[in-house]
T-cell receptor
Framework: NAGVTQTPKFRVLKTGQSMTLLCAQD?????MYWYRQDPGMGLRLIHY???????AKGEVPDGYNVSRLKKQNFLLGLESAAPSQTSVYFC??????????????FGEGSRLTVL | AQKITQTQPGMFVQEKEAVTLDCTYD???????LFWYKQPSSGEMIFLIY??????QNATEGRYSLNFQKARKSANLVISASQLGDSAMYFC????????????FGKGTKLSVIP
C-alpha cells in the first residue's frame, strides 16, 4: 500500500553541494511530477515526465535536473544547491489514460534546507 | 496559459457551520478539470473533489461540494458542518483537457475551525 514514496524526507545541505531526491511509485502511473512548495506561493511545477525516458520543464525548472530511466522512478537533482532552493518538494503521479483527467497522487514531501 | 486565483489567504469558521472557499480560474482550453486538495499541518496532500468542465451537475463528496459556475469561471469549495479536523490549507487546482499533462495550483487558503 505504498503509493508514492519520496526519499529522503529531510535533508540539510550547504551551498554548492549536490543531492538527488528519489520518487518511487508502485501504481504503474505514466505521468510523474516534481513540485516545490514555498510559503504563500502554493505548489509550483519544476519538471514532469509523461513516460519512461521523457522529461519536460515546468514553471520553475532552473537549477534542477530530472531523469526517468524507469517507469516507477523519477529523480530530481540539484547540482549546486542554493539557499533559494530551500523548500518542501513534492513528487506526484497520475495515470496516463487517454481522455481521462485524473487527480494527482502525492508523496509525503521532502523538506530541504540549504545553508 | 492556465491560472488559478484564491483570494482568501485565511478564513475562520465556527465549528458545525458551513464555509465557502473561493477559487477562480482562467483558461482557453474548452475541456478542463478542477480539483481541490487539503493539506493538514502534517503536510500531506489529500485529494478532496473533482469537477469536469462538461459535468452538468456540481460535484459532491460527503461534506464537500464544489460550486461550479462556468460563466463566472469559479469553482468554490463548500464544506458543510465544519469540524475541528477541517483546519488545514486548501488548494484549488486545474488541469487542461486530454493531452494536457500539468496541474496548476492556486496559492491556497488557510482554514481555521473555531470550537
Amino acid at each position: 500500500n505504498a503509493g508514492v514514496t519520496q526519499t529522503p524526507k529531510f535533508r540539510v545541505l550547504k551551498t554548492g553541494q549536490s543531492m538527488t531526491l528519489l520518487c518511487a511509485q508502485d501504481m504503474n502511473h505514466e505521468y510523474m511530477y516534481w513540485y516545490r512548495q514555498d510559503p504563500g506561493m502554493g505548489l509550483r511545477l519544476i519538471h514532469y515526465s509523461v513516460g519512461e525516458g521523457t522529461t519536460a520543464k515546468g514553471e520553475v525548472p532552473d537549477g534542477y535536473n530530472v531523469s526517468r530511466l524507469k517507469k516507477q522512478n523519477f529523480l530530481l537533482g540539484l547540482e549546486s544547491a542554493a539557499p533559494s532552493q530551500t523548500s518542501v518538494y513534492f513528487c506526484a503521479s497520475r495515470p496516463g489514460l487517454a481522455g481521462v483527467i485524473g487527480e494527482l497522487f502525492f508523496g509525503e514531501g521532502s523538506r530541504l534546507t540549504v545553508l | 496559459a492556465q491560472k488559478i486565483t484564491q483570494t482568501q489567504p485565511g478564513m475562520f469558521v465556527q465549528e458545525k457551520e458551513a464555509v465557502t472557499l473561493d477559487c477562480t480560474y482562467d483558461t482557453s482550453d474548452p475541456s478542463y478539470g478542477l480539483f481541490w486538495y487539503k493539506q493538514p499541518s502534517s503536510g500531506e496532500m489529500i485529494f478532496l473533489i473533482y469537477q469536469g468542465s462538461y459535468d452538468q451537475q456540481n460535484a459532491t463528496e460527503g461534506r464537500y461540494s464544489l460550486n461550479f459556475q462556468k460563466a463566472r469561471k469559479s469553482a468554490n469549495l463548500v464544506i458543510s458542518a465544519s469540524q475541528l479536523g477541517d483546519s488545514a490549507m486548501y488548494f484549488c487546482a486545474m488541469s487542461g483537457g486530454a493531452g494536457s499533462y500539468q496541474l496548476t495550483f492556486g496559492k491556497g487558503t488557510k482554514l481555521s475551525v473555531i470550537p
